[in-house]
């Protein structure tokens, strides 16, 4: 059976349901309503869908076709007039079938009792912002080494890392134990920050940030008023029906996942200026840190540093002011509720499933995020909206890197620059021959004194740079010191070995 291409709406007594089949023999159609449950039946076309509320057969239902555009409208009258029907919008919930819950993949091997495994809430109860401390495990093995939505995948990317090596930043991503990964990933961003790139943008920010800081997006055209359009509405229809539960734990897991992939989205979509073109499956993939390095931060603030920071080290365009500016609209889309978050996330997958490799992300964590946002209780996107507007502002100084000091390097140089120039248009053209000796003397001993004061600058911003490494290897120092360093399968052993 086809399922049909389709759109819902809603007034105070009916929800219209419009199907596109055309050239079918509208007399053979079959309708069926039932408690919340509406089927539509018309061979080669089948749709069942399952509304948050109930729907009612009391002879005002009715359909029509219209021949010209191939649609079947067929208003379907509301048990309750007047009631809102939520999530009309949420189209894999609506298609899947009743108690439909697709759960982590775990096996029961064995049970001391003959008690029913209890299906976990649809709803969690609420939860804090305050990550739960957790000691490190002891063991290593592959076999302990999950990642993607929710920790519930392994062994995924095993047979794709050599043939496309740069799929992920992370070396042995099904060999690296968890609590690597976010070292790992830090010596990463210090080794590849490039000081030049960002001061050039730095210095240059009208070329770029002046033409794109002013762009309007479309997510932000009529944000209370949109529908997924046809090539969306597809998309919907080849993910899995079914909805995700989590475990409360998972959820504040997953919605600050979900804060690292929109904001790597955004940047994407901004700089671009709303097009997609082939580096955009790169750029969001460089900046999200679980598409590179599987890596799920622990707090929203880690999550954001992490986002600004990579943005700052990897893309073609990287200021400060532009990831500020991200941030401002990622908080507008999540404001705006699951549909504008639904609609970003299957941009996401778009664009990741036509990539030769990067569509492997989508089956680990977009696939799994555009199912679980359209289920998740709105409750918490509405915690997680509060909590990103209680956070406070990202500075440069949360950065690993000596941004401020980069900065007053280069302004103390063009002011520098600024005195040479001054110097060398006071100069008089009539002047002596000794005058014009005096002045050469002078104009040198400035630029004595400029070299002096630029050596001192970088002597010190080295001993910054120096500083700021030896703070990420202390992160992981504990590592070298305890027994699991001698274990075979800690890559951190050989990267501490050649630091030292």
Excluded at 37 to 43: M, T
Excluded at 355 to 379: A, G, M, P, S
């Amino acid at each position: 059976m086809l399922t049909p291409k389709f759109s819902i709406e809603q007034t105070e007594k009916f929800v219209i349901v419009t199907l596109h089949i055309p050239h079918v023999k509208i007399s053979e159609s079959e309708i069926f309503i039932e408690d919340t449950e509406f089927k539509f039946y018309l061979k080669p076309y089948y749709l069942r869908l399952n509304f948050s509320n109930e729907i009612t057969e009391d002879g005002s239902e009715h359909a029509q076709y219209d021949v010209e555009k191939g649609d079947v409208i067929v208003h379907i009258p509301k048990k309750n007039p007047g009631e809102d029907f939520t999530d009309l919008a949420m189209i894999n919930k609506l298609l899947a079938p009743k108690n439909s819950v697709s759960k982590p993949k775990i096996e029961v091997i064995g049970s001391s009792n003959d008690q029913a495994v209890k299906p976990l809430p649809s709803f969690p109860e609420d939860f804090t912002w305050e990550w739960d401390q957790e000691y490190p495990q002891e063991d290593y093995s592959s076999d302990s080494v999950f990642y993607g939505f929710c920790n519930k995948y392994k062994n995924h990317y095993a047979s794709f890392v050599n043939e496309f090596p740069e799929l992920l930043d992370l070396p042995m991503p099904d060999q690296t134990h968890p609590y690597n990964r976010k070292a790992l990933l830090q010596l990463d961003l210090l080794g590849n920050f490039d000081m030049e790139h960002y001061l050039s943008d730095f210095l240059n920010m009208n070329e770029f940030v002046g033409d794109v800081i002013h762009y309007q997006p479309r997510y932000m055209s009529n944000p209370d008023q949109f529908s997924f359009v046809d090539d969306e509405q597809q998309l919907l229809c080849q993910l899995p029906h079914c909805t995700i539960n989590i475990e409360k734990i998972e959820i504040k897991r997953a919605l600050i996942g979900l804060v690292d992939i929109l904001f790597a989205f955004v940047f994407d979509h901004l700089t671009n200026c709303g097009e997609i073109s082939v580096e955009s499956p790169w750029n969001i993939c460089k900046i999200s840190s679980q598409l590179s390095w599987l890596h799920t931060p622990s707090t929203l603030k880690e999550c954001l540093q992490l986002n600004f920071s990579r943005a700052l080290t990897f893309p073609l365009y990287r200021h400060f002011d532009f990831c500020s500016r991200v941030l401002e609209d990622l908080k507008f889309i999540v404001s705006k509720g699951r549909p504008l978050i639904l609609k970003c996330l299957l941009g996401v997958y778009d664009i990741l499933r036509k990539h030769e490799y990067y569509y492997l992300h989508n089956n680990v964590f977009v696939k799994d995020y555009c199912l679980w946002i359209q289920t998740v209780d709105e409750r918490h996107v509405k915690k997680l909206i509060e909590a990103l507007n209680n956070l406070p502002v990202i500075t440069k100084s949360d950065l690993p890197f000596p941004l401020e000091e980069f900065e007053a390097f280069t302004d103390m140089t063009n002011l520098e620059s600024s005195e040479d120039s001054e110097t060398s248009c006071s100069t008089e053209s009539d002047e002596s021959t000794s005058g014009s000796e005096s002045d050469d003397s002078s104009s040198s001993e400035i630029d004595l004194r400029s070299m002096a004061v630029k050596q001192s600058v970088c002597d010190e911003n080295e001993d910054i740079n120096m500083s700021c490494l030896s703070a990420a290897i202390d992160n992981i120092s504990l590592a070298k010191n305890s027994d699991d360093f001698n274990k075979p399968a800690n890559v951190l052993k050989p990267l501490i070995e050649e630091l030292d």
